[in-house]
């Protein structure tokens, strides 16, 4: 399909192991979000990309969360040194550019730190 | 698999009736609104967007309201269906970058 795509879909991590969760936005789309949403939460902003470059990473809760979309296309949300708190389904959205662009979400990433 | 509706506030309607969804927002300097339908183990689906120069606008079988003055959006489904059953979620945008605040969601259970 067109849509976004996230892998894994479901990844389970040894508390202190790095982990690297790869998005394929829509073709054409210029904006890039990654959210974080934890268990009977709404989603929460981590960074955004307008092609390559990473222009808000404000929501990024830690420096062991990095972020990066070389060509401006594919994105990998990388966490380092994960913790049991980093549990959570990390989303990713595409979008054109603009004031009011709707954002297409991919399915998510379920991260499961034990 | 888990549900996203733990821990949220829930409606619950019978099969052909209309549901209505409430959401407080934060931030009056918002200018752009939109509801998102989220089923378990998906990502956010869009529903319906409004701007903030508009006080109501249709879609579908849904109607977004907003109310600028208490900050204050609805979401109308008519005739509900079993489909419809999912966590509902409204969003502002927030800041220059257009990221999206989401509240906390609404679990709507539609019961046959």
């Known amino acids: 399909g067109a849509g976004v795509s996230q892998s894994p879909r479901y990844k389970v991590a040894k508390r202190g192991q790095d982990v690297a969760l790869r998005c394929d936005p829509i073709s054409g789309h210029v904006s890039l979000f990654w959210y974080q949403q934890a268990l009977g939460q709404g989603p929460e902003f981590l960074t955004y990309f307008q092609n390559e470059a990473q222009l808000d990473k404000s929501g990024l809760p830690s420096d062991r969360f990095f972020a990066e979309r070389p060509e401006g296309s594919v994105s990998t949300l990388k966490i380092q040194r994960t913790q049991q708190e980093d549990s959570a389904v990390y989303l990713c959205a595409s979008s054109l550019p603009g004031g009011t662009y709707e954002q297409y979400f991919g399915p998510g990433t379920r991260l499961t730190v034990t | 698999g888990e549900s996203v509706g733990l821990h949220l506030p829930t409606l619950s309607v019978q099969e052909g009736d209309n549901s209505i969804i409430n959401c407080a927002y934060s931030n009056s300097a918002s200018d752009y609104f939109i509801w998102y339908k989220q089923e378990s183990g998906k990502g956010p689906q869009f529903i319906i967007d409004?701007?903030?120069?508009?006080d109501k606008r249709q879609g579908q079988r849904v109607t977004v309201l907003l109310n600028k003055t208490v900050k204050h959006l609805s979401l109308q489904i008519a005739a509900t269906q079993p489909g419809d059953s999912a966590v509902y979620f409204c969003a502002e945008n927030g800041g220059a970058t257009n990221k999206l605040i989401f509240g906390t969601g609404t679990l709507l259970a539609v019961q046959p």
């Open positions: 409004i701007r903030s120069n508009m």
